[in-house]
């Protein structure tokens, strides 16, 4: 008898994505599972599909066909946006807000599937200086912040909210080799604290890095998975 344990967090069924203008396909059809206690790294060439598939889990972009299920059922339309907070899409160049990056942490908590959170200054505090950041870092306009730093305040933007899945897009593609490892610490840290409940894919160009913040190692080639 399957117990609510074996069942996946995430799980795909043939899930495809064409290019109508260009008459291509981007993701060909996969089946793809996710357990929790699972920490999965994604390498393969630039244009092969790996930011699709991530965008594709987030059900941040449309596909053709399949399914995904999450624990093990569909996702309601109506349930995107607590799928969405459970299964946090960190982008590869993330996108931000005007205003400081306080206010960009603050964001979500505007949000009504965020309401029973609440903005905590400090836990956000510690997060920016285990990512080596300095205090000021909250004052900083997000506009001035260079691409690591946002990549930085993205990832805190979302580990400040307990989600249960990363999927992480080349998050440290624009720190420095120091700044990249602390980055790898802070999700693993995150990932630790689940107690085997949670699950992270990460893409990666660098095979040293897949290696270390991977178990699973899987390639994207030209949109298939493997
Ligand atoms: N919205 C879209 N419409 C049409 N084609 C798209 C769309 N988004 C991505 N593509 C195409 O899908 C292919 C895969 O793109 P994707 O961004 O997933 O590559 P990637 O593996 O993440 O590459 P990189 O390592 O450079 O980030 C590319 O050919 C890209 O042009
Ligand atoms: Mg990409």
């Known amino acids: 008898m399957s117990t609510l344990a074996d069942t996946p967090l995430i799980r795909t069924t043939a899930l495809t994505r064409h290019d109508p203008v260009r008459n291509t396909t981007l993701l060909h059809p996969s089946t793809f599972i996710l357990s929790g206690g699972q920490r999965v790294a994604i390498t393969g060439p630039s244009g092969s599909g790996k930011s699709v598939f991530l965008r594709a889990l987030a059900l941040l ?3 053709d066909d399949g399914v995904i299920q999450w624990r093990g059922r569909a996702i309601a339309r109506g349930g995107i946006p607590a799928y969405r907070r459970r299964v946090a899409y960190i982008a590869q160049r ?3 807000l005007d205003g400081s990056v ?3 942490l603050r ?3 505007s949000l009504k599937v965020y309401r029973d959170a609440r903005f905590d200054r400090e836990r ?3 997060l920016a200086r285990r990512a080596g950041r300095d205090t000021d870092f909250l004052d900083k306009r997000a506009s001035e912040l260079s691409g690591g730093e946002a990549q930085i305040a993205a990832l805190i933007r979302v580990l400040q909210v307990d989600p249960d899945v990363l999927l992480l897009d080349e998050p440290t593609a624009s720190l420095d080799p120091a700044a990249a490892l602390e980055i ?3 999700v ?3 990932f630790d604290d689940g107690h085997g409940e949670r699950a992270s894919i990460w893409v990666s160009h660098d095979p040293a890095q897949a290696k270390r913040v991977g ?3 899987l390639v994207m080639t030209a949109g298939t998975l493997s």
């Open 215 to 217: 178990e699973r190692q």
């Open 184 to 186: 790898e610490a802070l």
């Open 94 to 96: 993330p996108a931000m």
């Open 61 to 63: 972009d449309p596909v």
């Open 102 to 104: 306080e206010d960009n």
């Open 124 to 126: 956000v505090g510690e």
């Open 107 to 109: 964001y979500p908590f």
């Open 188 to 190: 693993s840290a995150w």
